[in-house]
């Protein structure tokens, strides 16, 4: 009689107040690379009366981007129910030994409960493997001698008279001239710019040469960058480039984006979205160093 009432007693107990035992979440691979696929395991194991969901691609993966996940079928035993998931995740951060935990929403009565599975760690494998190559300049010219026939005093005559012209045209017109030839310079410099830049941009609908038109396009951007503002964005990371600017998070939506079209070979929709966002900056950054020209500030 008292262990008939022990347990029902218990019964009501884990139907009304489950005791939710812990996800198991763990990495399929030691280690990974920067901007390549890595496979995070979740499982699991409940009573087969609880609807348990997974995250999906709108929770927040970081410091990984998600890429899919694939569901394994419920296995059911006298255990329990054990559902299972695998996502596949990339990383383009550059810390050694980079951290991750999911949850599992499990319903009840009233709303859902959050179950988090443990801490799981992967390292980074580096990848500055690559070997340069430089190559030599041979020198192939015949030098032919001339005979010396420089008239000096008409030479020195004529070189005396530019001097003062030039000294008198610097003195009057120096200033603006050298703000003209400024302005003509970053001119010129912006054509070639855009011209560069819009050819990448429709090379990037080329499914055969989508990597590497973006990643050009975004190596011309940062030299461009670099030429405007004189700071060195080519050693920059994400993460640097995206703290100059003051609208750094549509900046860094698109520097990720394009990170992982360069780095995983991930081309989206978004892509081109993301040049045209980059290209729309350097066209601010351009006429912001023009208008500090105008105002004789350079």
Same mark, same amino acid.
């Not at 030994?97 to 859902?112: E, I, R, T, W």
């Not at 443990?118 to 030098?143: D, E, P, V, Y």
């Not at 984006?257 to 989206?268: F, H, M």
């Given at each position: ?197 819009? &050819?990448? !941009?429709?090379?990037? #609908?080329?499914? =055969? %040469?989508?990597?590497?038109?973006? @990643? ?62 980059? &290209?729309? !900056?350097?066209?601010? #950054?351009?006429? =912001? %160093?023009?208008?500090?020209?105008? @105002?004789?500030?350079?």
């Amino acid at each position: 009689m008292r262990k008939g009432l022990t347990f029902i007693l218990f019964l009501y107990i884990y139907v009304t107040y489950p005791v939710f035992a812990q996800p198991k979440g763990t990495f399929l691979s030691r280690e990974f690379k920067v901007g390549r696929p890595v496979q995070y395991s979740l499982s699991f194991l409940h009573n087969p009366a609880q609807d348990v969901f997974f995250p999906d691609s709108t929770y927040d993966f970081t410091p990984f981007k998600f890429l899919k996940r694939d569901y394994y079928s419920t296995q059911t035993n006298a255990a329990g129910s054990l559902d299972s998931v695998v996502y596949t995740l990339v990383s383009f951060e550059v810390d050694s030994l980079q951290h991750l935990k999911l949850p599992v929403y499990v319903m009840n009565h009233k709303d859902c409960t959050a179950i988090y599975s443990a801490l799981q760690s992967i390292r980074l494998r580096s990848l500055l493997n690559a070997k340069s190559k430089q190559s030599g300049l041979q020198s192939n010219t015949t030098l032919v001698l001339l005979e010396d026939q420089i008239n000096y005093p008409l030479y020195f005559i004529i070189v005396i008279i530019a001097g003062i012209i030039g000294g008198l045209i610097y003195w009057l017109f120096g200033e603006s001239l050298r703000r003209r030839l400024r302005q003509f310079q970053l001119w010129r410099r912006h054509l070639e710019f855009r011209g560069n830049f819009q &050819r990448h !941009l429709r090379g990037a #609908t080329d499914s =055969k %040469q989508a990597v590497a038109n973006v @990643e050009r396009a975004v190596f011309l951007w940062k030299r461009y960058l670099e030429r405007l503002e004189g700071k060195p964005y080519t050693t920059f990371t994400t993460k640097e480039t995206v703290e100059q600017f003051s609208q750094s998070r549509q900046l860094e939506q698109a520097l990720r984006e394009t990170d992982a079209v360069v780095y995983g070979g991930v081309i989206s929709p978004q892509t081109q979205e993301s040049l045209r966002i980059l &290209r729309d !900056l350097a066209v601010r #950054t351009y006429i =912001k %160093q023009r208008e500090v020209i105008l @105002e004789n500030k350079m």
